[in-house]
């Protein structure tokens, strides 16, 4: 970042990328603790995971009135009025991130009071990988590495290969057993969750490839979810071997 004559013009911009840097370790943490909280069956943590997705709020709202002051009051230009837009994008993407977390941990407070099945080991793995992009897609934020936001947005195809595959498994259960149709059909949603959040995590990537290049990405976003378009004839009649306990 350039340094500027006037030092409260950084000052302002430090604790704009330091509360957008806040805003991504709080949803991250949204997201490992509500995985947990559904692998553990935690009713206690997962309403713990989703109170504190006011604090996210709170602080997008604080990032919305820090980017408003700088556009008011200091006029940017070129790279820096990339970097502040660029970040009332990302708080924005950061926001609904905190959300889908906070879906994901209401769906585990419920799932906690039913049996268990035993697709939920496929949904820990999913959530590792948005996990991983979150994690560096912050990184190349504070970096302003495109590279690393571009690694990023190519994972995003994986993301849905994984939904795509857990989709197709819950489906499975859900017609060989009906009992299994209520606590499949929440994990359907909380699979969704996650693979939205891995949208956003490219939103993101590619947020930060116009703030530092000043131009979008070439090309289009891989994509590989097939769900909208899967029938019950696509899915496979046996249940896969499954060796893992509930």
């Not at 350039?2 to 990328?17: A, G, I, N, Q």
């Not at 970040?87 to 924005?92: F, T």
């Amino acid at each position: 970042m350039t340094d500027h004559t006037v030092k409260s013009y950084d000052e302002e911009l430090d604790r704009m990328t330091n509360a957008i840097l806040e805003m991504g370790g709080m949803v991250e943490q949204q997201l490992a603790g509500a995985i947990t909280a559904l692998v553990k069956r935690d009713a206690a943590l997962a309403d713990q995971v989703r109170q504190s997705d006011q604090k996210v709020d709170a602080l997008e709202e604080e990032v919305n009135h820090l980017v408003l002051r700088l556009l008011a009051l200091r006029q940017p230009m070129a790279v820096d009025l990339r970097l502040i837009t660029a970040s009332l994008k990302i708080s924005s993407d950061l926001e609904r991130m905190g959300d889908y977390a906070a879906n994901m941990a209401k769906r585990a407070g419920a799932l906690s009071q039913i049996e268990p099945v035993r697709p939920i080991s496929a949904i820990p793995r999913l959530a590792q990988v948005t996990q991983t992009m979150t994690k560096d897609v912050l990184d190349a934020y504070v970096e302003r590495d495109v590279d690393k936001a571009m690694a990023v947005w190519r994972r995003d195809e994986e993301v849905d290969e994984m939904y795509n595959s857990v989709f197709r498994e819950l489906l499975t259960y859900m017609m060989e057993d009906p009992r299994s149709i209520t606590p499949c059909t929440h994990l359907l949603f909380i699979a969704k969750n996650i693979e939205r959040l891995g949208d956003h995590a490219t939103n993101i990537a590619e947020t930060i490839n116009f703030m530092v290049k000043g131009t979008a990405v070439a090309g289009e976003r891989p994509k590989g979810d097939i769900t909208p378009f899967t029938t019950s004839s696509a899915i496979p009649v046996s249940r896969p071997t499954e060796t893992e306990g509930p």
